[in-house]
């Protein structure tokens, strides 16, 4: 049987094979023949077929899996934060922070209407820097850095990435991951390697087995990692420094997105000899997402890297947006309220972990916004019964890579119920855990 890919040089094949996904007549995740198969079928040099199938895998159209073979890229959709479809169930998946906890930025706008920022000019706003160049100072220590404003958290990493990676190249995510790392590294063309993440962050051997494939990227969560709520202890972030040690060229993104919410310490895993780094720190969380600005520092050599990504296109961050942020993170009344917003969702989560052990329900208390709970039953099945008690949530199979037991598991988003709908809730997840064990034939809980 034929290949029905055709040419006798490299822009043919490639040429052959788009015309192949144009016409739908090859599927996502369709296997392509193999290197010496197709170049004995069209008579044409090994080399030949290489150079077309590198093409391809440059334009993202298909990913190339080694022993595994090549195939059509998987072009369906992946699940994002913070969005779900219109419905009239009461989300509670959202990730979202607490609009009533957010500072109120209009106390910021006037202190940001200064004068006219024009091409040329340094693209960090001088107060913004001082304060950001202390607060990561206080945990990068000594080492070399410089500072960098790109437009959220997202956009870093995106971008760091980009500096850094060809297609193809490998990246190690934390498994069950953050939606829009999942994101960034398809839509990337990279090729994500998972590794677990247990109650202390990224395993040891996890990461020991992924720099063994050949990562030339890492992207952890030092704390409140998302979903899990997972922060690295003190013993797990050394153990993870002394393996990449002797991996320093390797990029270590640590994406600290909860940073002054978070209710934990912040452990790295960059080593004070690490040569390729970037701490990165959104503050979508406690100034709201609208404000759409991350701080990063980095090794010098990354930030210049990082300032080409950013200069073809925005070149800068809005000084009026950098103002805004400036004047709120050193306002004391507006850290005042990010401390008490801190407090209400540690407070909120620990109160519904509460409310769940008493149905029988697991769940960990971890730092962030949201619970990862474990239910009895792939959280799939349960998911349709808590829409007919009007619940919409987050099941683990979104934020799954590889970890088959993140799917008995719902990201909830619960600090903004009332008491009442807490209890409901927790009610309801029992109920529906147990109606879904007896669609499948399962005994139901016994208490």
């Given at each position: 049987?034929?290949?029905?890919?055709?040419?006798?040089?490299?822009?043919?094949?490639?040429?052959?094979?788009?015309?192949?996904?144009?016409?739908?007549?090859?599927?996502?995740?369709?296997?392509?023949?193999?290197?010496?198969?197709?170049?004995?079928?069209?008579?044409?040099?090994?080399?030949?077929?290489?150079?077309?199938?590198?093409?391809?895998?440059?334009?993202?159209?298909?990913?190339?899996?080694?022993?595994?073979?090549?195939?059509?890229?998987?072009?369906?959709?992946?699940?994002?934060?913070?969005?779900?479809?219109?419905?009239?169930?009461?989300?509670?998946?959202?990730?979202?922070?607490?609009?009533?906890?957010?500072?109120?930025?209009?106390?910021?706008?006037?202190?940001?209407?200064?004068?006219?920022?024009?091409?040329?000019?340094?693209?960090?706003?001088?107060?913004?820097?001082?304060?950001?160049?202390?607060?990561?100072?206080?945990?990068?220590?000594?080492?070399?850095?410089?500072?960098?404003v790109t437009s959220g958290a997202v956009d870093a990493v995106e971008r760091l990435l980009a500096q850094a990676l060809a297609?193809?190249?490998?990246?190690?995510?934390?498994?069950?991951?953050?939606?829009?790392?999942?994101?960034?590294?398809?839509l990337g063309g990279y090729r994500a390697v998972p590794v677990p993440v247990d109650a202390e962050g990224m395993t040891v051997d996890g990461l020991r087995a992924a720099l063994a494939?050949?990562?030339?990227?890492?992207?952890?969560?030092?704390?409140?990692?998302?979903?899990?709520?997972?922060?690295?202890s003190a013993e797990r972030a050394?153990?993870?420094?002394?393996?990449?040690?002797?991996?320093?060229?390797?990029?270590?993104?640590?994406?600290?997105?909860?940073?002054?919410?978070?209710?934990?310490?912040?452990?790295?895993?960059?080593?004070?000899?690490?040569?390729?780094?970037?701490?990165?720190?959104?503050?979508?969380?406690?100034?709201?997402?609208d404000m759409c600005l991350a701080l990063v520092a980095s090794d010098p050599h990354t930030a210049e890297r990082l300032a080409l990504r950013l200069s073809p296109g925005t070149t800068w961050v809005s000084h009026l947006l950098q103002r805004i942020v400036g004047h709120l993170v050193t306002d004391d009344g507006a850290r005042s309220r990010i401390r008490a917003a801190a407090r209400h969702y540690t407070d909120r989560n620990a109160s519904f972990v509460r409310r769940l052990a008493r149905h029988r329900i697991t769940a960990t208390l971890g730092d962030g916004l949201n619970l990862w709970v474990r239910l009895p039953v792939d959280a799939a099945a349960v998911s349709p019964h808590l829409r007919r008690r009007g619940w919409l949530v987050r099941t683990g199979d979104e934020f799954v890579l590889a970890d088959g037991a993140a799917a008995s598991h719902v990201r909830l988003t619960v600090h903004g119920l009332s008491d009442d709908d807490a209890d409901r809730l927790a009610a309801d997840l029992s109920d529906a855990s147990d109606e879904a064990l007896g669609a499948a034939g399962a005994p139901t809980r016994v208490g």
């Open positions: 049987m034929t290949s029905r890919i055709t040419g006798t040089s490299a822009v043919e094949i490639a040429d052959s094979v788009r015309g192949l996904l144009e016409r739908a007549r090859l599927a996502p995740g369709e296997p392509l023949p193999p290197v010496r198969a197709l170049a004995d079928e069209l008579g044409v040099n090994r080399n030949t077929v290489v150079a077309a199938y590198r093409q391809l895998a440059a334009a993202g159209l298909i990913v190339t899996r080694g022993r595994a073979g090549t195939r059509v890229a998987d072009r369906s959709p992946v699940a994002q934060e913070g969005f779900s479809a219109p419905s009239s169930l009461h989300d509670v998946g959202t990730g979202n922070p607490d609009p009533r906890l957010i500072p109120d930025p209009s106390i910021a706008l006037a202190a940001a209407a200064g004068r006219p920022v024009l091409y040329g000019e340094p693209v960090i706003d001088e107060g913004l820097e001082s304060w950001a160049g202390d607060w990561m100072r206080a945990d990068v220590g000594d080492r070399p850095l410089r500072l960098t297609r193809d190249d490998a990246v190690a995510l934390e498994d069950p991951c953050f939606l829009a790392s999942i994101q960034t590294v398809r494939q050949g990562v030339r990227a890492v992207v952890c969560t030092p704390r409140a990692q998302n979903p899990t709520g997972a922060s690295v050394a153990q993870l420094r002394a393996v990449l040690a002797e991996y320093p060229y390797v990029l270590v993104i640590e994406d600290d997105h909860f940073s002054l919410l978070s209710q934990r310490p912040y452990h790295s895993l960059v080593g004070p000899d690490h040569r390729r780094w970037a701490l990165v720190r959104s503050v979508s969380k406690f100034l709201g997402p």
